[in-house]
């Protein structure tokens, strides 16, 4: 295993980051600022500049929403369609710059390069994996910045592992993160993470309901919390917002939301709606989880603040922690041997 700082064959460049550079074509994955402004506004020298974002992260929203518009950006269906929704549900500002997206299994040239993009599974929502190859030479390189070998989409890292073991790939790249080996403070999958709030609900009766603070930046797992409530006969309520995107997600659920009168005229209960107010959870507190930014009960894995709640900005860099397990010796031989080969190299 080998750190950053290489080339491999004058072609992919690591440092912070994954580069792929020829002639007039400079694509970047998942760019630091300062890779991002040494490119493409110091030198602003290629014809074709490309960013590939495969992972939800503060850096890279907030390239999306300050690039220069000559600048393409790429990301999956999964992710172009859930920033969609996140601007039309107001839950964040409008982005200008959208890009484009990569379908999933079908090579791309991009500039001087052929990309083909994998769904892949990091815990957060619309993560790829990417076999790049230069088209001249056929110099090929995989790459994943952070993904669960054996999660709950096991068959997505299967599927991207064999297409890249038959790529003839020099190395296979990801993030110095995988490699961190700290002791996981919280579970590390998703199964793992709705036992821990199962048993924290069963553990808890209040005069005042249950209190989560969720994010809605993972449809999945937030519709996932919701089974896990309704599993226990209780109502998860949330925010008119958050209610409106998950059910756009998962529409043949009856999605509970907090009423207000403005709210209320909104949402009918014929398309899919429940309000729930203010005298029901009084009277009934213990049958509702409520999504409460005052000091929750339950905070979603992928969000770690240590300023609380209040003003929360779904933009803001403590919502995207990741709940996947780190590469042990035993998981990274595993890895060598199913994407063939031994190169496994850190960004």
Known sequence: MTTANIKIDNLF???????????????LCDPSIETFEKFFVSQNIFEFQAVIITQLSKNNLHLLYSASPKIVFYMSQELFLLLQKMQRFNLIPAILNMGKIIPY????????????????????????????????????????NIFALYGGHKKRAKQWLKKMAASNMKAFITSKAMFNNKPAQLPTSEN??????????????????????????????????????TALDKKLVLPAAMAELLH?????????????????????????????????????????????????????????????????SWLDESNFRHAVEQLDEKMLADLKSRSNTANILQC
Do not use: M
């Open 105 to 144: 299994g079908f090579p791309q040239k991009i500039g001087s390069f052929k990309v083909t993009a994998y769904k892949n599974d990091d815990s957060l929502y619309g993560s790829l994996a990417l076999i790049i190859s230069d088209i001249q030479t056929k110099t090929t390189v995989g790459y994943a």
């Open 13 to 27: 460049f690591l440092n912070k980051n994954l580069i792929a550079k020829r002639d007039s074509t400079c694509i």
């Open 248 to 312: 756009f997600f998962f529409p043949e659920d009856t999605v509970y939301y907090y009423a207000t009168a403005e709210v209320t005229q909104k949402l009918s209960p014929q398309s899919g709606f429940c309000g729930i107010n203010k005298q029901q959870l009084t009277e009934h507190p213990n049958d509702f989880v409520l999504q409460d930014s005052f000091e929750p009960c339950f905070i979603d894995p992928s969000i770690q603040s240590d300023h609380g709640f209040q003003n929360h």
């Open 192 to 229: 793992g993470i709705q036992k821990n709030f199962c048993k924290q609900l069963q553990n808890k009766q209040s005069a005042k309901p249950f209190s989560v603070f969720l994010s809605p930046w993972n449809p999945e797992r937030l519709h996932r919390f919701y089974e896990t409530c």
